[in-house]
Structure formats: C-alpha cells, structure tokens
C-alpha cells in the first residue's frame, strides 16, 4: 500500500456508506402514512426521494440550475412525490419535518464504533454532499465522533466534481495525497483518486436492501477494501 | 430577553473565550528556549505573537495582503520574533512544529464541561478566525466536544468582517437571529450583533495574565453576559 503512512486524514461519504437511509427514511415516511391510513410501498418511495436527490444535484454540476443544497433538492422531490403516494394533504410545516428525515438516519451497526477507532489516529471528517446542518444534525442524532464537518457545500459543486475534493484537501491542510476518501461507492472513490486522494472502498451490500442491486465487489482498483469500518480500522492498524 | 427562544445555534470565538493560548504558547516557547539554555521574557513573546496575529489578519481584510490562513499568518510573524528573543537557529522543522502551538491550547477549566450542557438544547459551533485545521486539531487535543467547526476561513474574510457572521449562519441555514455568538471581546459580539445575530459576553479575566489589560465590564450591551460557560448554560436553561 504505497505512500499510505502519509495518510493524515480520511473523508468519508455519508449516505449509505455511514448511515443506513434507506430504512430510516421507509419507516419514517411509513409512520407519518400509516397515522393517515394510507397504505403504499414505502421503500419505494424512498429509493424515488433518493432518486431524486441524484438527479437534482446533476442539475447544478451541469450548470442548468443555480447552487442549492440538498435540503432544497430533496424538499422539491419531497413536494412532487408526495400527491404521488397519496400524501399531498400534508401542511407546510410536516413537510419541513418529513423532510428533516435526512437529518435523522441511523448509522450502519460498526459505524460509530470504527470512526471511534481511526480517529485515535486519523483526523476523520464527513465529505458528503449533504449539507452542512444536515452532517451536523445527523452527527447529533447518530452519536457520530466527527473531528470536523466538511461538505460539498464548501466547494459550491456536489461531488464528484473534483473541487468538491480539492476544498477538502485544502480545509484540511494538508495535499490531496494525503487524505483518504471512503465511501461504499466506486464512482466517488474514481473522481476522489482523480485528484490525487488516496481510497478505501467499504462494501455495503444493504444499502439498497435485501434485494437491492450495489456493489458488492468494487469497480476500480483502490488502496483499502474493507468490508466494513471495523475491518477498515484494522487495515489501517487502528 | 426578547427572541432568545427561536436560538438554535450558538457559534463561539475561541482564541481567549474557550482556550487560554497565553498560558499554553508561554509554556513551549519556554520548554524550546530553555532546551537551548536560552532566557527571555516568554509571556511578552506569546503576547507580541498574538499581536502579529491581529496585525496580519487586518492586512488581509483591508485587501492590503492576498487571503491567507491564520497558520500562515502565525508563521510569518514567528520568523521574525524568533531571532528577536535569540531563538533564530531553529530549524524549518522545528519552527513548523512550534508553530503548530496554536493546535494545542488548553481550554479554559469550565469550557469543556460548559459546552456539554450548552450542547444538549443548541447546536454549538466554533467561528474563529483561526482555520478549520487549526480548529479541529485544537478540538481533537483539548477534546472540545463541538457539534460542527465552523472558521472565517469559509468565509474567506477574519472576523470582524460582516462575511464571516453571515457565512457561519448559511451554513448553519439559519437565520442570524437564530445564532448566538459568544465571546470575550466585544468588539467581536458588535459586529455580529450588526448582522443580526443575538450575543453572549463571557468575561475572560485572565486573558492577558493576572496584570493584563482586559475585558471585565462588556463594552457594549449585550443579550446576555455571563462569568463563564457554565454560568453561560444556566442562563441558557442547560
């Protein structure tokens, strides 16, 4: 594993790779229909919200809507898919709570326990496209030990653009060379490598659910490939 | 107090409100010096360091010097003072890890304590013109349980510049009435009060030694003045 002793920092995605949104948002969006007795495939409804999420902020790194965070981006699904699924009696204000829902998801079960571990060595750091308050508010709720809170925000452009690494790097101190971008996702690790970051691959076959198609073997070559962060930890002789 | 109720977040000066730096810079420059068996008033090198801090951070807001980051600045005026105070044979490595003081202040003896209670009902933030680096080793070594680090660096202007409020409360997505600052200077508390931001004076009497010129009496009024973080907490219903 070359040059990984230079390693000082690791940034870590967050949706999926840390925390488990798929089934905290399911159950979330299941609670509020089933107090309104209306019945749907609330899973689906969640990988639709997802979904979405994507393809709104696809629209600001193509240059085709002006900068607007993920709260917004998931807000504007929020309001479209919830007529959908027989739920646009909602007011004003349980759409801003349903919609806090990102702001609540539950981490995967080795989750706090291994960022525990690689922070007695690493400086270890949020790097999602999740907001600012959003990353602060789930480390809140999810008792995850961040040293510090960094974002696509920072950079004005979601990942995988590369200034969205770049800023990271630059926050932290430190060259791209030594930080480590880990995330359950090759195409992030692709654009983080593209900069010059080093890359752990972390294996979360639940993400999209029992039956879900994701990656279980990782489609690049990266320096670490842990199946979970406890086995990252280890890796990285924490 | 009117609108304190709608507070969510309190965001926080740190060099002087939470971490003595003029006790923790006095004592290594001192363990350097002596190492070398030389002698040297070290709290005025500490204080004429810090003054080197505010000097170059002015040049940066009145456009007379390009950004650059506290670090930077720290290290600039380092090089001079050392041959000043018959310290200029360290080397670059020596000089870059004495520099480095600045991540390895102590904290006032009620700040950690203090901050846990204020953490329970708000969310707590640094906003410090020191950069995110700094701020998260700072953190990591004082083990100041911030929810998020927060730095006039993502601003790209020091504080007092009105820049570095707003940005802190964009990125909070808040309101700056929604965001208390805290702090021992008040010139720091007027210019937030100037964005909108409700204000906290914690006195810090010992900022500048026990015959130091400092803030005891707030000059300005404020929502709020309390003796330390705890007594900060109790005014705040933690």
Not at 12 to 22: A, L, Q
Not at 170 to 191: F, G, I, N, Y
């Given at each position: 594993?070359?040059?990984?002793h230079?390693?000082?920092?690791?940034?870590?995605?967050?949706?999926?790779?840390?925390?488990?949104?798929?089934?905290?948002?399911?159950?979330?969006?299941?609670?509020?229909?089933?107090?309104?007795?209306?019945?749907?495939?609330?899973?689906?409804?969640?990988?639709?919200?997802?979904?979405?999420y994507?393809?709104?902020?696809?629209?600001?790194?193509?240059?085709?809507?002006?900068?607007?965070?993920?709260?917004?981006?998931?807000?504007?699904?929020?309001?479209?898919?919830?007529?959908?699924?027989?739920?646009?009696?909602?007011?004003?204000?349980?759409?801003?709570?349903?919609?806090?829902?990102?702001?609540?998801?539950?981490?995967?079960?080795d989750?706090?326990?291994?960022?525990?571990?690689?922070?007695?060595?690493?400086?270890?750091?949020?790097?999602?496209?999740?907001?600012?308050?959003?990353?602060?508010?789930?480390?809140?709720?999810?008792?995850?030990?961040?040293?510090?809170?960094?974002s696509?925000?920072?950079?004005?452009?979601?990942?995988?653009?590369?200034?969205?690494?770049?800023?990271?790097?630059?926050?932290?101190?430190?060259?791209?060379?030594?930080?480590?971008?880990?995330?359950?996702?090759?195409?992030?690790?692709?654009?983080?490598?593209?900069?010059?970051?080093?890359?752990?691959?972390?294996?979360?076959?639940?993400?999209?659910?029992?039956?879900?198609?994701?990656e279980?073997?990782?489609?690049?070559?990266?320096?670490v490939?842990?199946?979970?962060?406890?086995?990252?930890?280890?890796?990285?002789?924490?």
């Amino acid at each position: 594993m070359p040059q990984l002793h230079q390693v000082e920092a690791l940034t870590f995605d967050v949706f999926g790779t840390v925390v488990d949104w798929r089934t905290s948002v399911t159950s979330e969006v299941a609670a509020v229909a089933s107090a309104r007795k209306v019945q749907g495939n609330w899973h689906s409804f969640a990988d639709e919200w997802r979904r979405g999420y994507r393809d709104g902020m696809d629209l600001v790194n193509k240059g085709k809507k002006p900068w607007r965070t993920v709260d917004v981006i998931h807000r504007e699904k929020l309001d479209e898919l919830l007529p959908k699924y027989g739920l646009g009696n909602l007011n004003e204000d349980q759409r801003r709570q349903l919609n806090l829902v990102w702001h609540r998801l539950e981490p995967w079960a080795d989750a706090v326990e291994g960022l525990n571990r690689l922070r007695r060595r690493f400086v270890v750091a949020t790097l999602s496209n999740g907001n600012m308050r959003l990353l602060t508010d789930m480390a809140k709720h999810a008792g995850l030990p961040w040293d510090c809170i960094l974002s696509s925000e920072l950079a004005g452009a979601f990942k995988p653009d590369p200034r969205a690494y770049r800023k990271a790097a630059e926050l932290l101190a430190v060259p791209t060379e030594r930080v480590m971008m880990t995330a359950a996702h090759s195409s992030d690790l692709r654009a983080a490598a593209s900069t010059g970051m080093r890359t752990a691959f972390v294996a979360r076959p639940l993400e999209y659910g029992p039956n879900g198609e994701t990656e279980v073997v990782p489609g690049g070559t990266f320096d670490v490939v842990a199946t979970d962060f406890l086995d990252l930890a280890r890796k990285l002789d924490c």
